[in-house]
């Protein structure tokens, strides 16, 4: 496994590698959830590449971006043993160098949900997704149904900019209480990690009212918001149910959804989604015109 640093580095390395390259972007303290999407990546490409970078421009004023967790020889060990081909670990200075000026921003998909509550998030996320995929370019790049408005919004800007690479989107991974994995939990307290399963309740409620075919979007919300207070350490940001196309709330009856929902356990701010009526649980593959 080589591991590269600066973009010279990079474009040795990348030239050396077998075709096709399968992509798994990371900003590393990496749990399974990475390493599904390295396994994902394996099963499909004749090399896998993988990037950490802790972003700085997708974390807003007063976010976690100093104490994010990091550990750069935990993570390079755990992706040895999965056999990656090459990880990309950029500094700040060689991603954003004196004089950066360049954006890359998808408009309307980024205003709703996790864009409303964290402005300037999504530009940040595709600005360096876009950076990430220049320097890598690979034929596959695989994102977590977790972050489901990253994903749709990464779909998005890869069609929008005409760029060559298939999108491939992985199932959450959970702890066996149901809990998505994050590299966020560590910040929970014992006590926190047992409410923090509340997210996960309230998706499953949701659930279980558009299985029993009552399926009006106010009521699929109005449940998860009622697990949600039931739970004391839990504060809710926002509970969506949203068309998983446009991402915008919807009304009556609904037959394909994005539930989602933001929620402060203590200072910890976890996310999680369930997508109905899809039958892997997925946002489908994107394959560009002509690639397949
Ligand atoms: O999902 C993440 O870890 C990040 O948002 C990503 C895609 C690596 C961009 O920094």
């Known amino acids: ?54 972003n700085p421009t997708q974390f807003g004023p007063g976010e976690d971006l100093e104490r994010y967790p990091r550990d750069l020889a935990r993570d390079l060990r755990l992706l040895q043993a999965e056999g990656v081909d090459l990880v990309w670990a950029p500094t700040p200075e060689v991603m954003y160098p004196e004089g950066y ?43 977590g149904q977790k972050d489901a408005q990253q994903a749709r919004v990464i779909i998005q800007m890869t069609r929008d900019l005409n760029l060559p690479i298939e999108i491939v989107v992985c199932p959450t991974v959970r702890e066996p209480d149901g809990l998505a994995l994050s590299s966020r939990n560590t910040y929970l307290t014992p006590e926190q990690r047992q409410a923090a399963t509340v997210l996960y309740r309230a998706l499953q409620a949701a659930r279980q009212e558009y299985e029993a075919g009552r399926r009006e979007a106010e009521n699929l ?54 997508l109905l009526g899809y039958p892997d649980g997925v946002y489908p593959r994107y394959v560009p015109e002509g690639l397949g």
């Open 1 to 54: 496994m080589q591991v590269v640093t600066t973009l010279a580095e990079l474009r040795a390395a990348r030239a050396a590698l077998p075709e096709p390259v399968g992509f798994v972007p990371t900003m590393g303290y990496l749990h399974a959830g990475h390493l599904a999407l390295v396994r994902c990546a394996r099963r499909e490409n004749a090399a896998v590449a993988v990037s950490i970078f802790v």
């Open 221 to 274: 919300r109005q449940t998860m918001r009622a697990v949600l207070a039931a739970e004391p350490l839990a504060r809710p940001q926002y509970v969506s149910c949203a068309d998983p196309d446009t991402l915008q709330e919807l009304q009556g009856p609904v037959e394909k959804a994005l539930l989602s929902m933001a929620v402060f356990v203590g200072q910890t701010r976890l996310i999680d989604n369930l």
């Open 101 to 143: 000026q360049t954006w890359v921003e998808v408009a309307d998909l980024t205003r709703v949900l996790e864009g409303a509550h964290r402005p300037g998030h999504f530009r940040g996320v595709t600005t360096v997704v876009s950076k990430l995929f220049a320097g890598m370019q690979p034929r596959r790049a695989y994102f």
